[in-house]
């Protein structure tokens, strides 16, 4: 059950990402897919990456 309801967390994570990153209308549309892709092949290294340094910081 535990096992369950984190893919659940994981998955709803992924899906809320991927959202942001279309919204973003600064980002042209190549750098989008290019997020994307990172983030389906490889959902950890991906996620982590973008949320160091793909978001705007702000200060």
Known sequence: M???????LWL????YTI???FE???????TQLLW???IVVAP??????YYIFGT???D
């Not at 535990?2 to 659940?8: E, M, P």
């Open 56 to 58: 705007e910081r702000k």
């Open 12 to 15: 709803a994570l992924i899906i």
């Open 2 to 8: 535990q096992v369950l309801l984190i893919s659940i």
């Open 24 to 30: 973003r209308r600064e980002l042209e549309r190549n």
């Open 44 to 49: 950890v290294f991906g996620l982590l990456i």
């Open 36 to 38: 994307t892709i990172l």
């Open 19 to 21: 959202k942001g990153i």
